[in-house]
């Protein structure tokens, strides 16, 4: 396509002007995978409904709608918490990394996320919906997928029984 002459008199008439010149700069920057300088930029949302629970949202992505500020380097991992009958289980997705850039942390019931290849930096922190053995926690990670399997703590108290007098 040539170039515009920025000193060429604009047709008053022509209500499309620069539309051609801006489609083809947004299919350029899809194709090699940026928009503008630091992307590729992304937000999403995950739904997720448990029978008697209210519906939970949650966030993932580098960039949020209205923010000014971006955080280019950083991404939040779209993350899947299940609780099963004996088990938590937590799905998280973070494509382009490897498994030895996979950093896992557990303090209490919270669940810490990182990772970390090049340009690629995931972190989350997942709140677990019960009390787990951190020793049996289980983890792999497999074409982009990293999957997490904790053991519910037992009940280890013992029902006493009061007599009425």
């Known amino acids: 396509?040539?170039?515009?002459?920025?000193?060429?008199?604009?047709?008053?008439?022509?209500?499309?002007?620069?539309?051609?010149?801006?489609?083809?700069?947004?299919?350029?920057?899809?194709?090699?995978?940026?928009?503008?300088?630091?992307?590729?930029?992304?937000?999403?949302?995950?739904?997720?409904?448990?029978?008697?629970?209210?519906?939970?949202?949650?966030?993932?992505?580098?960039?949020?709608?209205?923010?000014?500020?971006l955080e280019i380097g950083e991404r939040r991992p779209l993350v899947d918490v299940f609780d099963a009958d004996g088990t938590v289980h937590v799905v998280a997705e973070m494509p382009g990394i490897e498994k030895e850039d996979v950093e896992l942390s557990i303090d209490d019931r919270e669940l810490e996320i990182k990772a970390s290849r090049g340009d690629r930096q995931y972190h989350e922190t997942v709140e677990l919906p019960a009390d787990v053995d951190d020793s049996s926690a289980k983890a792999t990670y497999k074409n982009g997928v990293l999957e997490i399997t904790l053991k519910k703590k037992g009940d280890n108290r013992k029902r006493k029984k009061i007599d009425v007098e």
């Open 1 to 69: 396509m040539a170039e515009r002459n920025p000193r060429k008199r604009r047709d008053p008439f022509d209500i499309f002007g620069d539309f051609d010149e801006m489609f083809e700069e947004l299919i350029r920057s899809m194709e090699t995978g940026r928009i503008g300088q630091g992307g590729p930029f992304f937000y999403g949302r995950s739904w997720s409904v448990r029978p008697g629970e209210e519906p939970e949202v949650r966030e993932f992505g580098n960039i949020r709608p209205g923010e000014q500020r």
